[in-house]
């Protein structure tokens, strides 16, 4: 019975997947998995850096078949990695990456916490990225994580013995674990929180190693396994068809903006943990060896065993309400338990499994998706026992108990109770990421103490169903969602969010003026209610003109918008700013812009953010005016560059010929194109073509594992894992002479300073001599690396490879990146 499933689990897995916030409708072998995890008092911590570092398969097995309660503890929100699905990055791609964990915690069945660390790029070492993190803060967060889910066993993903082998942040968060294994019990460390959360000892600390760590299988397969433990992962679970393996690869699949679909493992597998820290028997497979996982953990708990064992020994597949009473006397029983932390935990897993067992369907919808603070809207509630069990709904009211309806219904057996209301919003401030309400640094956000560790902002208007059952009374709490009927989906769900009055937009983030004259630019108004009329301004940088000065709108629907059109005038030498609308209504002033996130594995997001846009007055000249651009794994290079004017096609690979190429100046290939196009590996022959034939190909950085072929030049060209992070790292000019730091823009140092996140990544480290290194960098206490940008003539054309992070600067309005990324499209022109 310990690993019984059903086939359904995989259905309602991709239900889950495409429509993350309906509710669960779970089914009888679902709700027998639920009992077994009430059932087992133990709980265990993966703590890794980013979102993906975790191995779901690991969390599985210890969701699935141990039945511990499970959390992964992400350092970091991924801001600083790429996106594969769209145009997102760094904060809003932190958004996409907190959902996609979210994803794959409700198929894994693991929880999910975070720290406030900022995820600022790769970094080489720990020292870095202690440094920027703010090491104090951050290890409080762990210790907070750990003092608050009480893990009995914890395991890091990473080695924190290896500094420099691989990325600082992996290493710093093994690291930060290891001194938070002993802070968590020591009331002098972080008081607040050992005050708050009470202080904590976990029993033992592991490192969830593998043959990589030792450099290969048969290095792993020689080492001394004395002190490590081998657990089996792969375990077969007949009624659902599928492995644990398979379960972890459909949780991993839901990184989906790192391109981390996985393709399911069948089979016996074996994963290896280190033991560290604590109490352990050597030999020992069973991570929870010797600590008391059953009811007898706690005062009082054999009684409650003794109520819920046999429910689990024999569970009734075809009718889970016939437990509903027994659960009902395990539920007075736990809200009695002294122990704070079990009671609560305890307390929400037997609610759940009494609503489960019977059929007990409550909701509350909200009739549109969002509202202002305060503001009263329409909702309506539906309640339906699905079983024989007498239960009578009481009440329904907020939080604070205040009531909204007062019912004392009884709830006859399947018949559906629906009732419609005005509520009045208890709500002060807006909805959106609350580690994005306030400005952080570029290594720590800022977030709300109460808010801390939490993967997202909760939901900011519930109601309270107060029930009856056979006497005992539930509280059963539920955030006001919105749904609607869409033609194709069918029934889809919102989140229900509270958003100012209104909101401001600047399409193009980043806006560049090449010269003195002036640019039309469009400032988009939306409208958070009826009728919503004022004034806006466009606030700008100094030496900078725009009219009108106040223009006027008037909306006279909630959703609309208006465009109101600004004339901008640049000053007539360099300089860079940011326009920033200011919209006046009333006594009331908002400097929001409204971002909506639309993807189908993870929830509707809708994040605010200041509303702003870069200008940058670049002294700049260029040569030729026709791009082709072949896309790669998702930039905004293209629309960076008709900024400058350029006329840019994107040219879809199969048109990549080269009587379709011969048509541009010159032809840029996008990020990781190499990595993530496979119809390249045949297109060699037209780029050679054309670049022999008096071209200009700019082929940006691809990383050295999973490229589509080896050939990527008309010369021999070798890729490394060679990176340059520190952004302000001195530039050598190793050509100096060369047409590409000279024509049409002269290129000095200062068109270096102000670039983002680092300087370049995926260099080069070996190429044939007819390539000319233009660019010498390093990081501090490293060797100098050559191949950030390499240039070479090929018949008449030239052929250029650079691993510098034009995607990163050009978006950001970095003035030099732009000169230079112009000379290198003039080279030949």
Not at 124 to 148: C, G, M
Not at 517 to 525: C, G, N
Not at 534 to 561: R, Y
Request: aromatic fraction near 10%.
């Amino acid at each position: 019975m310990r690993n019984f499933f059903t086939a359904l689990l995989l259905y309602s897995i991709s239900i889950t997947s495409l429509f993350a916030q309906q509710p669960e409708k779970p089914t009888a072998s679902e709700i027998y998995h639920d009992l077994q995890q009430l059932n087992f008092l133990g709980s265990a911590m993966y703590i890794a850096a980013h979102p993906d570092d975790e191995n779901t398969r690991l969390i599985s097995y210890l969701v699935n078949d141990v039945h511990a309660r499970t959390a992964y503890l992400s350092l970091t929100r991924g801001d600083g990695g790429q996106n594969l699905l769209g145009p997102e990055i760094r904060e809003l791609l932190g958004v996409i990456r907190t959902q996609e964990l979210l994803a794959a915690r409700r198929i894994d069945g693991g929880e999910q916490f975070f720290t406030r660390a900022n995820d600022f790029g790769y970094s080489k070492n720990p020292t870095e990225t202690l440094d920027i993190w703010n090491k104090n803060e951050v290890l409080s967060d762990v210790v907070r994580a750990i003092r608050k889910f009480k893990p009995d066993v914890i395991i890091n993903r990473f080695d924190h013995r290896s500094s420099g082998s691989t990325h600082g942040h992996h290493t710093a968060s093994a690291m930060l674990s290891v001194e938070a294994f002993d802070l968590a019990t020591n009331p002098n460390s972080y008081p607040e929180t050992a005050n708050t959360f009470g202080t904590w000892q976990p029993k033992r600390l592991f490192f969830n190693t593998s043959w990589w760590f030792y450099g290969s299988q048969e290095k792993f397969e020689q080492a001394d396994k004395s002190n490590l433990v081998e657990v089996q992962t792969g375990n077969y679970y007949p009624s659902l068809g599928l492995s644990n393996g398979e379960i972890a690869s459909l949780s991993r699949s839901m990184h989906k903006s790192q391109g981390f679909g996985s393709t399911g493992t069948r089979g016996n597998q074996s994963e290896w943990l280190e033991f560290l820290k604590g109490d352990f028997s050597e030999g020992s497979t069973n991570l929870f060896e010797g600590i008391d996982t059953s009811w007898s953990r706690i005062e009082g708990g054999e009684t409650i065993g003794g109520i819920l064992y046999p429910l689990e020994d024999n569970f009734d597949f075809k009718n889970p309400s016939r437990m509903l009473r027994p659960l009902l006397q395990a539920y007075e029983l736990v809200k009695n338990i002294e122990d704070d932390h079990w009671r609560t935990v305890k307390m929400k897993q037997l609610e759940q499994l009494i609503l489960d067992c019977g059929g007990i369907f409550v909701e509350a919808v909200a009739h549109s998706n969002s509202i202002m603070p305060r503001e009263k809207y329409q909702a309506a509630f539906e309640t339906i026992n699905r079983s024989d069990f007498p239960m009578t709904l009481e009440s329904i009211t907020y939080p604070s108990g205040k009531i909204i309806v007062r019912e004392n219904e009884t709830l006859a057996p399947n018949e559906n109770h629906r009732i419609d209301a005005t509520l009045y919003s208890e709500s002060t401030t807006t909805s959106g990421p609350y580690w994005l309400q306030e400005k952080g640094t570029l290594g720590m956000y800022k977030a709300p103490e109460h808010l801390i560790g939490k993967p997202e902002t909760p939901a900011p208007e519930q109601v309270v169903f107060n029930l009856v059952l056979g006497g005992t009374k539930l509280a059963v709490k539920r955030n006001i969602v919105y749904k609607y009927n869409d033609p194709v989906k069918g029934e889809v769900y919102q989140p229900f969010e509270v958003m100012p009055e209104a909101t401001s937009r600047i399409a193009e983030k980043v806006i560049i003026f090449s010269s003195k004259e002036s640019k039309t630019i469009p400032v988009t108004i939306r409208a958070g209610r009826d009728h919503a009329n004022g004034t806006v301004q466009l606030n700008h940088p100094k030496g900078w003109q725009v009219s009108p000065a106040q223009p006027s709108f008037n909306i006279a629907k909630k959703g609309d918008e208006q465009t109101i059109l600004f004339t901008v005038t640049p000053p007539k030498g360099q300089s860079e700013g940011y326009l920033s609308p200011l919209i006046s209504m009333g006594d009331q002033f908002f400097d929001k812009e409204l971002i909506t996130i639309d993807y189908e594995h993870i929830p509707y997001q809708r994040v605010l953010l200041p509303s702003e846009a870069k200008v940058v007055r670049i002294d700049i000249e260029k040569e030729g005016e026709s791009i082709g651009y072949i896309e790669g794994a998702g930039d905004a290079i293209p629309e960076s560059l008709r900024q400058i004017g350029y006329r840019v096609t994107t040219i879809p690979p199969s048109k990549v010929t080269y009587e379709n190429l011969k048509e541009f100046d010159a032809v840029v290939v996008g990020i990781r194109a190499y990595n993530t196009v496979p119809e390249l590996a045949f297109k060699q022959p037209a780029f050679n073509e054309y670049v022999q034939e008096g071209g200009t190909l700019l082929l940006q950085y691809n990383t050295s594992r999973g490229l589509v072929t080896e050939n990527l030049a008309p010369y021999s060209l070798s890729l490394s894992r060679d990176r340059v992070t520190d952004e302000h790292s001195d530039v050598t000019f190793l050509a100096p002479d060369h047409p590409v730091l000279n024509e049409p823009n002269k290129i000095t140092q200062a068109d270096f300073e102000g670039w983002v996140q680092e300087r370049g990544l995926y260099f080069p480290n070996q190429w044939a001599p007819k390539f000319v290194p233009i660019l010498g960098m390093h990081d501090k206490g490293e060797p100098q690396t050559k191949g950030a940008l390499l240039v070479a003539e090929y018949g008449k054309g030239r052929y250029i490879y650079t691993g510098l992070s034009f995607f990163r600067e050009l978006p950001a309005g970095v003035a030099g990146a732009y000169r230079l990324f112009a000379n290198l499209l003039s080279l030949g022109n």
